[in-house]
């Protein structure tokens, strides 16, 4: 199926700015108000929601840039995982890998820019629901610092890790999608330097550890090894904090007894979810939020793989597979608040490769800098979809 849940045309101011200019085309992840719209959430449960009354502060960003939003998208139901597949809204297809699920939360976002049905979307990331479903995709994504978009009208209220962000075919896409949702965000000139990147160890298939490694070393930029020790507690700790904050914002909704079973399941366990266990994670969060600013005291950004493994194929979600991990190398990043984006590399064995950067918190001009000048050296904006 398309990765729309709902088709609309609104469009926004004509002010001096490259999205006016051109009109860009924005989808909507359904999580986000959009006036005269129901937010719905991917969930069976919220199916008689009535219109909203205003834009989300990020959908009028948008319109105020000159954008024009065609429609809202699928999800995993309440952004609560990381296939994509719901048995109720749909589940999109995935357009470049077909056989591979489209990834999750934001499945609908990422499927619409593969499909080149949108110049770009509108996706949020809890746990890595903006990057891993780029990646799954073959697309670029951006999960900028924490608070530095507004979320006033984005499901759920309240959070300490969800962030909105846009995904797109290309940098230069991606870099106009985040201007045009962020008045403030200022987009550098990439220039000719050699920015310096720290490449901390990870667990991954040697496979993509491989092409990862590689890509780093064909741009001929300062690498430096750094260490990230903390990185399994924080994935582990990131999960505590969604269960926590999710099962505030939609554990109520169990009692309809129409949420769907993945989900409910997962809210189910979310619901023993303790204080003691949420101030361990705080604290593990505290700690790891350091190391990470450690880690980029010396180096222009971290890099690694945005995905530990593969994508699971379509088949096995449908059977009921798990991938506990999927997010192991993308959630911690929430849990701490930096930016990251993630990037595509030429598919290995026709299935896709993310490289992920992580930037200091408010510097997400550079950040997108320094992807830009990779993608130059890696062969400009084609290279993600060669084999």
């Given at each position: 199926?398309s990765g729309f849940v709902q088709r609309c045309v609104i469009s926004g101011g004509d002010g001096?700015?490259?999205?006016?200019?051109?009109?860009?085309?924005?989808?909507?992840?359904?999580?986000?108000?959009?006036?005269?719209?129901?937010?719905?959430?991917?969930?069976?449960?919220?199916?008689?929601?009535?219109?909203?009354?205003?834009?989300?502060?990020?959908?009028?960003?948008?319109?105020?840039?000159?954008?024009?939003?065609?429609?809202?998208?699928?999800?995993?139901?309440?952004?609560?995982?990381?296939?994509?597949?719901?048995?109720?809204?749909?589940?999109?297809?995935?357009?470049?890998?077909?056989?591979?699920?489209?990834?999750?939360?934001?499945?609908?976002?990422?499927?619409?820019?593969?499909?080149?049905?949108?110049?770009?979307?509108?996706?949020?990331?809890?746990?890595?629901?903006?990057?891993?479903?780029a990646a799954c995709c073959g697309i670029f994504g951006l999960k900028p610092t924490f608070g530095?978009?507004?979320?006033?009208?984005?499901?759920?209220?309240?959070?300490?890790?969800?962030?909105?962000?846009?995904?797109?075919?290309?940098?230069?896409?991606?870099?106009?999608?985040?201007?045009?949702?962020?008045?403030?965000?200022?987009?550098?000139?990439?220039?000719?330097?050699?920015?310096?990147?720290?490449?901390?160890?990870?667990?991954?298939?040697?496979?993509?550890?491989?092409?990862?490694?590689?890509?780093?070393?064909?741009?001929?930029?300062?690498?430096?090894?750094?260490?990230?020790?903390?990185?399994?507690?924080?994935?582990?700790?990131?999960?505590?904090?969604?269960?926590?904050?999710?099962?505030?914002?939609?554990?109520?909704?169990?009692?309809?007894?129409?949420?769907?079973?993945?989900?409910?399941?997962?809210?189910?366990?979310?619901?023993?979810?303790?204080?003691?266990?949420?101030?361990?994670?705080?604290?593990?969060?505290?700690?790891?939020?350091?190391?990470?600013?450690?880690?980029?005291?010396?180096?222009?950004?971290?890099?690694?793989?945005?995905?530990?493994?593969?994508?699971?194929?379509?088949?096995?979600?449908?059977?009921?597979?798990?991938?506990?991990?999927?997010?192991?190398?993308?959630?911690?990043?929430?849990?701490?608040?930096?930016?990251?984006?993630?990037?595509?590399?030429?598919?290995?064995?026709?299935?896709?490769?993310?490289?992920?950067?992580?930037?200091?918190?408010?510097?997400?001009?550079?950040?997108?800098?320094?992807?830009?000048?990779?993608?130059?050296?890696?062969?400009?904006?084609?290279?993600?979809?060669?084999?």
């Open positions: 199926m001096l700015t490259a999205a006016a200019v051109n009109r860009l085309t924005v989808a909507v992840k359904d999580t986000v108000d959009i006036a005269g719209l129901p937010t719905k959430a991917g969930s069976r449960a919220l199916d008689d929601a009535p219109p909203v009354a205003a834009h989300a502060a990020v959908v009028q960003a948008v319109l105020d840039a000159g954008c024009r939003i065609v429609g809202k998208t699928v999800l995993h139901e309440f952004a609560y995982g990381m296939t994509g597949l719901n048995d109720w809204s749909g589940t999109p297809l995935n357009p470049r890998f077909p056989a591979l699920v489209p990834g999750g939360s934001s499945s609908g976002s990422a499927a619409v820019v593969a499909e080149g049905l949108v110049d770009f979307a509108i996706g949020t990331d809890t746990g890595g629901s903006i990057r891993l479903p530095r978009i507004d979320r006033r009208g984005v499901m759920p209220e309240h959070t300490s890790l969800d962030c909105v962000g846009p995904m797109a075919a290309d940098i230069a896409m991606l870099v106009a999608g985040i201007a045009a949702m962020d008045p403030t965000f200022r987009p550098r000139t990439p220039g000719e330097g050699f920015p310096r990147l720290g490449m901390p160890a990870v667990d991954a298939e040697p496979a993509i550890a491989g092409a990862v490694a590689a890509a780093l070393h064909r741009t001929g930029l300062p690498l430096r090894s750094v260490r990230l020790d903390g990185l399994k507690a924080a994935f582990d700790a990131g999960l505590v904090v969604i269960n926590a904050e999710t099962w505030a914002a939609c554990g109520a909704y169990l009692a309809t007894g129409l949420v769907g079973p993945d989900v409910a399941a997962r809210l189910e366990r979310a619901r023993a979810t303790t204080a003691d266990d949420l101030a361990a994670a705080e604290a593990v969060r505290a700690e790891f939020t350091a190391e990470v600013d450690r880690a980029l005291s010396d180096v222009d950004a971290l890099a690694l793989p945005t995905l530990p493994s593969f994508p699971m194929t379509l088949a096995d979600a449908r059977a009921g597979k798990v991938d506990l991990g999927a997010s192991a190398l993308v959630r911690p990043f929430n849990l701490s608040g930096h930016p990251a984006l993630t990037l595509p590399l030429p598919a290995v064995d026709g299935r896709p490769v993310g490289l992920q950067l992580v930037g200091r918190k408010g510097e997400d001009e550079a950040l997108c800098a320094v992807a830009q000048r990779l993608v130059t050296l890696l062969g400009g904006p084609d290279q993600e979809n060669k084999d």
